[in-house]
Structure formats: structure tokens, C-alpha cells
């Protein structure tokens, strides 16, 4: 039979009406009305179609404020993007993403990137080599470690007490008011550096202004180019073959520099360790040696053939080690050191809370006092003994809920296999990218009443169930899997700096403005400032 073609018959019409017809139902119609998705109340109507409004607040560095606000209009779950989620509840939520061991989206290899994307715990994206690092580094972070090692227990006294105290001594019998936020930074990093690598080869930046303020310099230089680089890495590059550099070269300049910095710390450990040196307690480069050693259990089978490499398993590993070390010091010092000034901070408006604590840290024996007999080999009172006083444990543990310092969203994509429920919307597709952010979760005002006052007392006593719940809620650290493997250093590090300050010295306010939280995956003040007075008790 022969099919007769009406004659104004257009093939190349009829194809294009197709394609239209397809683009309208795959990029419209579905996410639109037939995505499961679609059911979820959207951040802006555009969301459901077109990833413009997600661009937008992240383009202009807004992204947890709107999100904050969103979440408190139209509840637990939003969609602000055609794939991608805000999910902000416990049960649906964090439980299911985090204690489900999600995998990270690539955000994080972008924006924590070293020594040219060389892989680290916190850049891994996938469960299995994931957990095999931090199977390796687990014990060195374990709280019995912590609590116990010589190492730490050397440097702390001797950190506070001929680098800390001094400063705020200084500070008090001159009436000359300090900063704390940089203060407070220069202390993480030489605390935890001293962990990292041994006192010897630490930061020294609580003393040595210069190189803090190079390095500090260097460490924020890309901040406000976070958006290219993590949103939209490959128009970044592509603009900067034509020579459009949207992203300054200096950027990369001040990563290398950083990056260099590490690596000398890291061969000098190498050289030391080659030398067989024995240690004293306080010069252990305990985080580097440990890591050293779970990689030279697992080489003999990776690194075969290589004469040298097998003689030298570290060569094999240098920028393992090296990403690793430079990681955790990223992690440490920004982190901890706007946590430590919000603590500062706030107590600073509570002479009556700062009585309380100090009461509380007379009892440690022999409490932190200044100056003191560095001699005397029993002159700071045991790690465990600091940990477990409850004034100053709920003064934290409030501070890190009211100023969450990684406030940002931290992203996952839901697994491939099946679909999932979240929020109590089902049929979630694999592949979706989800986020959850401390910011949203500890500002509950059904779990946390007033959450925006800062209250320690709401940690203390009550009742069980009441407590319970705001642990839950509580999401500082993270949860899960991806939980922070340095809570337990961290908690211990800002632990003993607010006892040895509030034991010797009580604080007042001189300038705090712009102490509002900023923007960004991790956020302190607006105005990167906290400047207090001390005076001697
Ligand atoms: C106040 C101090 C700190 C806070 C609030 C904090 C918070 C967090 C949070 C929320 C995460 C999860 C982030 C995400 O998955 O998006 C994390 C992960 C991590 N943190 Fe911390 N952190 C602190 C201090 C430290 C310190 C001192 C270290 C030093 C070792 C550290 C090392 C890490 C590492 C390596 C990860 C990645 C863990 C993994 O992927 O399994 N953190 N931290």
C-alpha cells in the first residue's frame, strides 16, 4: 500500500514540534507536576525547573541566611533546585542522610582542594576509601587518646603558660584591650600544630605576629571567590584560557604558599624520623607519625616493584601526608578559633556566669593559675578533670549550638540504589543532592526555646527526655560517618584556653561590632573582630 503525503507536509517541522514537544515535558512538565520532587514546598517557584535561584543566593554569598528563613515560612523541606534539596528535622533528616552515610557531593574536593586535589578524609567522596583513612586515623582522635597523651599534656602547660597566659597578662596589667578572634586563631593552630608535628615544630603564631598575619593573609585570600570555584569551576577555567580570571591568580598563589609552608614541616618530621630521634613528650609529631605508620602497614602490598618507595613508604605517600596534615590544620584553626572568641564573647555580658565558672575551675587540682612553677611536674590538673566540669562544658556546648561555626549547608547526594523517604515525602529518587545545616537544626525553637539567646544553663540538669532531644538536634559536629574526627582534640583545646583565661582574669566588651555570624560553609563575625578587656580577678 502506498502512504500518500498531504502536500504542504513539513518532515523538518513535524521533528522540531517533537523536540519542542519533549523538551517542554522532560524539563517543564516532569519536574514541574511529575518529579517526586515536585511535591516538595519549593525555596522560590523557579526552583522546581531551573537551578537560577540556588546560583543567585550563592552567587551573592546569602545562602544560610535565606535558607534560615525559608525553612522557618515553609518547614523541614525545601527544594531549591530542580535536584537538589534543603532538609532540616531529625527524624527523615539528619538520621537518614548522615546516619545513612550518604556520599558528599564534589563540593568538597572543590573547595578544599590541596597539592593539586591529592585526596584527604574530609575530600573523599565515597564510603569505601573513606573509611579506610579514617580507619588509619581514628586512634590518634579517639577522646582515650586525647585525654591521656603526654604530648598533649606537655604542650598544653606549656603553650598556656609561656605563649597564652603571658599575652593576656600583658593585656591586663597594661589596660590595653585584645582582639580575640586572631588571638584565638593563632592559639588553635599552635595547639593543634604541636599535636600534628611536636612543639618544636609547631606554628608559633600566638608569639610571632608576622608570620601569623601571612599566614592568616593567605589562609582567607580566596574567600571571596568561593562561588567560581566551587559553583561553577569549569566556566572559571574556561574563562581563564581567553584570559578572564575570575578567580585571581593570587588565589592560587596564596594556596601554594600555604601548602609549602606544610610540606617543609612535613619533611623536616621525615628528616627527624630518619635520624631515629627519640622524642621527648612534648616534641612527638604524634598525628603525622601515627598517620606514617598505618601507611607503611597497608604499602608493602600497594608499593611493589620500587626499590626506593619500599624503603622509603613515606616517599609513595608525601602528598597523602602532606593533604592530610594541611587538612587538619585548616579544619582546626578557623573552626575553633571563632568558636573560642563567641565563647569569649558571650561570656563577656555575664559577669555572674564568669563568678560561677570560676568557682568551678578553683576546684580543679592544682587550677590553671598564672604565673605558675613550671617545674613542678604535677602543676596542671589532669585533661579528664577539665573535661568534666559542667559549667564550663554547657558554656561550650552552647556556644557551638548559638554559633555554629560550619553553619553551611553540608551537602550529600542520596544513594543510587532505590528511592527514599525524607522529610515524609517518598519515592526520592538516587542521584538527588541534599543538604542539611546546623544553622537551621540548632535554631529550633521547639527543641531549643529563645534559640537565639545564649543560654549554658539550658545543658545543665533538667530533664532527661528535654536533654535528650537537644542532643539530637544538637549537629555542631556533624553526625554519622562524616561525624568530626577532631572533637575531641578541639573540645580539649577550647576547654583548657577558657579555663586558663576565666580562672586568672575576668573580660569586658570593648568592641563587638559586626559580631553577627557571617556567610559561608564556615562563618564567624561580620565584622572579624572581637576586642575585650581583661582584669586580673
Ligand atoms: C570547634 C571546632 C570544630 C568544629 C565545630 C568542627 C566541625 C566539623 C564538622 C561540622 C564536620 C563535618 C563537615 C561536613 O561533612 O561537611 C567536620 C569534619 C571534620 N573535621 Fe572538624 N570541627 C572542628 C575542629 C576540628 C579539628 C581541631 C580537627 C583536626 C583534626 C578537625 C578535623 C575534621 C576532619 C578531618 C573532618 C572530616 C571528617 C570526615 O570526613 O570523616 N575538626 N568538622
Known amino acids: 500500500m502506498e502512504i500518500t503525503v498531504p502536500p504542504n507536509f513539513n518532515l523538518s517541522l513535524l521533528a522540531s514540534t517533537l523536540l519542542i514537544l519533549i523538551v517542554i515535558y522532560k524539563y517543564i512538565l516532569t519536574p514541574l507536576f511529575l518529579s517526586p520532587l515536585s511535591r516538595i514546598p519549593s525555596a522560590h517557584p523557579s526552583c522546581h525547573i531551573f537551578p537560577v535561584w540556588i546560583n543567585y543566593i550563592r552567587f551573592f554569598n546569602i545562602e544560610n541566611g535565606t535558607l534560615f528563613r525559608l525553612h522557618q515560612q515553609k518547614g523541614p523541606i525545601l527544594r531549591i533546585g530542580p535536584n537538589e534539596l534543603s532538609i532540616n528535622c531529625y527524624e527523615g533528616g539528619i538520621k537518614t542522610i548522615f546516619g545513612g552515610g550518604y556520599e558528599k557531593t564534589s563540593y568538597y574536593p572543590r573547595r578544599f582542594a590541596a597539592y593539586n586535589g591529592t585526596k584527604n578524609m574530609f575530600t573523599t567522596q565515597e564510603t569505601h576509601p573513606h573509611s579506610i583513612r579514617k580507619r588509619m586515623l581514628s586512634n590518634i582522635y579517639s577522646k582515650s587518646h586525647i585525654l591521656t597523651s603526654p604530648t598533649i599534656q606537655t ?226 590538673p589532669h585533661p579528664k578533670s577539665v573535661d568534666a566540669l559542667p559549667i564550663l562544658d554547657a558554656i561550650l556546648q552552647e556556644t557551638l549550638r548559638r554559633w555554629p561555626v560550619v553553619a553551611g549547608g553540608q551537602r550529600r547526594v542520596t544513594p543510587k540504589m532505590g528511592t527514599h523517604t525524607l522529610a515524609g515525602y517518598t519515592g526520592i529518587p538516587g542521584g538527588v543532592k541534599v543538604q542539611s545545616s546546623a544553622g537551621v537544626l540548632q535554631m529550633n525553637p521547639a527543641v531549643f526555646p529563645e534559640p537565639g539567646s545564649w543560654r549554658p544553663e539550658r545543658w545543665m540538669g533538667g530533664d532527661e527526655a528535654r536533654l535528650g532531644e537537644m542532643k539530637r538536634w544538637f549537629w555542631a559536629w556533624s553526625s554519622g560517618g562524616r561525624m568530626c574526627i577532631g572533637r575531641h582534640f578541639a573540645t580539649l583545646l577550647m576547654k583548657h584556653a577558657i579555663a586558663a583565661i576565666y580562672t586568672n582574669y575576668t573580660s569586658s566588651i570593648i568592641d563587638a561590632e559586626g559580631i553577627e555570624q557571617g556567610e559561608g560553609f564556615s562563618a564567624g563575625p561580620k565584622g572579624n573582630k572581637v576586642v575585650l578587656q581583661f582584669v586580673h580577678v
Open 155 to 380: 604542650n598544653t602547660l606549656s603553650i598556656l603558660h609561656t605563649r597564652f597566659l603571658p599575652l593576656l597578662h600583658q593585656s591586663a596589667d597594661t589596660q590595653m584591650p585584645l582582639e580575640v578572634l586572631t588571638l584565638s586563631y593563632a592559639y588553635a593552630m599552635d595547639f593543634f600544630t604541636a599535636y600534628q608535628f611536636g612543639r618544636k615544630l609547631s606554628s608559633n603564631f600566638l608569639q610571632d605576629v608576622d608570620t601569623r598575619t601571612w599566614y592568616l593573609g593567605h589562609f582567607f585570600a580566596s574567600r571571596p571567590y568561593l562561588y567560581w570555584i566551587t559553583e561553577q569551576p569549569q566556566l572559571a577555567a574556561f574563562l581563564g584560557i581567553l584570559g578572564v580570571n575570575l578567580v585571581p591568580r593570587a588565589c592560587k598563589t596564596s594556596i601554594s604558599a600555604l601548602e609549602t609552608w606544610n610540606i617543609l614541616r612535613c619533611e623536616e618530621v621525615e628528616r627527624l624520623l630518619a635520624q631515629e630521634e627519640v622524642f621527648e613528650a612534648g616534641d612527638t609529631p604524634s598525628v603525622y607519625s601515627h598517620l606514617r605508620r598505618a601507611f607503611q602497614k597497608v604499602d608493602p602490598e600497594n608499593v611493589v616493584g620500587r626499590e626506593e618507595e619500599k624503603q622509603h613508604p613515606h616517599d609513595a605517600r608525601k602528598l597523602d601526608l602532606a593533604s592530610e596534615m594541611f587538612d587538619h590544620q585548616a579544619a582546626a584553626i578557623e573552626t575553633a578559633g571563632i568558636t573560642l572568641a563567641y565563647v569569649y564573647y558571650e561570656l563577656s555580658q555575664r559577669p555572674d556566669l564568669q563568678a560561677s565558672l570560676r568557682a568551678e575551675l578553683l576546684s580543679l587540682s592544682p587550677p590553671l593559675l598564672y604565673p605558675h612553677d613550671l617545674t613542678n611536674p604535677i602543676s596542671s
